[in-house]
């Protein structure tokens, strides 16, 4: 069986997406009875294969960005059949996925599709999208929370199947060999002791700005000497967030990043005091459970996937309530009973995810969809 993977709206790698094909090309590579093959820009042959792998790459020159959607609809029968694919992995099948498919086609959806069409303009993008996704073979959910969504947008439930993203846990573990008062990850220097929040800054629904406030409240009231790091990406929100941050009275003590190397997060965890995740259209929830690997306590919206993800193992609180944010970074930071216990339980509960689970459940789904069609 030959397997192509789809490498089209993966951010060259440096994306939530781009971290999650590159976790699971490391582990499918040891499936000896399945050929692997991803096709995708030529500029990203080297952004997702490991050195000494077994999966190959297939080089294509589409053009702009733009131009992907469209190349999708037109060229992607040819392309399958000219390179033998038997089944077509779409990891980006939140954002790009041919609306007619002749080759079984498995989407990955790591996004809340209502929150993504909410914000759409053109409402055929959403009908392509969602018939599209009807037309696929079968699908594959982040989390139990986009499986509703799906259903809640008319996808058959029968096609979905729900694999979580897993932690690479020779990476994600508490470093605490790293000692001193400041955290040196290039090109950064972070002053010790701060909290952490990894996301992309690209919408209110991420809620950065009531981070930020409710982080002035925090400091006015405990005169404590934590720093806010926002580690994530830049996007359409991002002036909003800076905006935010420079009118806070602890602007001087609110770190933004911009984007940020997946590889060094364990570092940045690990030497964080807390995780404070107040997303509340988290479909996946990935950073929640690296920072709880890395042994830190963890606090976040009680909102999307995020109390699915992160079981009892966090603090929760609405984020949209300053005050009760405010009151929740307080207590994670300072009752020492609190965060040994969140800490403990949350290292032994992500303990159940794992990258090799995730792919041999994906290998799974693909011999499923492969055995579909008379094989």
């Known amino acids: 069986m030959k397997v192509g993977i789809d490498t089209f709206g993966c951010n060259h790698g440096q994306s939530g997406i781009g971290s999650y094909l590159t976790s699971l090309i490391n582990e499918l590579q040891n499936v000896e009875d399945i050929s692997f093959e991803l096709f995708g820009e030529e ?13 190959t790459f297939h080089g294509l020159n589409v053009g702009q960005k733009k131009s992907h959607r469209t190349w999708h609809q037109i060229k992607i029968d040819t392309l399958a059949f000219k390179q033998h694919y038997d089944v077509i992995l779409y990891p980006a099948g939140s954002e790009v996925i041919p609306l007619f498919q002749r080759v079984p086609g498995i989407a990955v959806v790591n996004y809340v599709l209502s929150d993504l069409f909410r914000g759409h303009r053109n409402p055929f993008l959403k009908f392509a999208h969602i ?47 790293i000692e001193g008062d400041t955290v040196l990850v290039k090109p950064f220097s972070i002053k010790r002791p701060f909290i952490i929040y990894a996301s992309r ?17 925090f400091k006015k009231k405990t005169s404590l000497p934590h720093r806010l790091v926002l580690a994530g990406d830049e996007g359409r929100y991002s002036d909003a967030v800076r905006k935010a941050a420079a009118s806070s009275e602890f602007a001087s003590d609110i770190f933004i990043t911009g984007y940020f190397p997946h590889e060094h997060f364990p570092e940045l965890y690990s030497c964080a005091d807390a995780c404070i995740f107040p997303s509340v259209t988290e479909g996946v929830g990935l950073p929640v459970i690296e ?27 609405n984020p949209d309530d300053i ?53």
Request: aromatic share 8%.
């Open 131 to 177: 018939t599209a996704l009807k037309q696929t073979t079968a699908i594959i959910a982040s989390s139990q929370f986009i499986r509703k969504d799906l259903i809640s947008l008319g996808i058959n439930p029968e096609k979905i199947e729900v694999i979580h993203h897993g932690i690479d846990h020779s990476r994600f573990y508490p470093h605490t060999e």
């Open 291 to 317: 920072a709880m690997a890395s042994g830190i306590p963890v606090a976040c919206a009680k909102a999307g996937s995020l109390p699915e993800i992160a079981g009892d193992c966090a603090c929760y609180f």
């Open 43 to 55: 500029s990203d042959r080297l952004s997702f294969i490991p050195a000494g792998g077994n999966v």
């Open 323 to 375: 005050e009760e944010l405010a009151a929740v970074i307080s207590t994670i930071v300072t009752d020492s009973k609190l965060r040994e216990k969140l800490i403990k339980a949350g290292f032994e509960w992500t303990k159940r995810f794992s990258w090799e689970k995730t792919a041999s459940r994906t290998v799974e789904v693909i011999r499923q969809v492969y055995s579909k069609r008379g094989h």
């Open 201 to 217: 800054l690209q919408n209110a629904d991420k809620k950065h700005v009531e981070l930020i406030k409710a982080f002035t409240i």
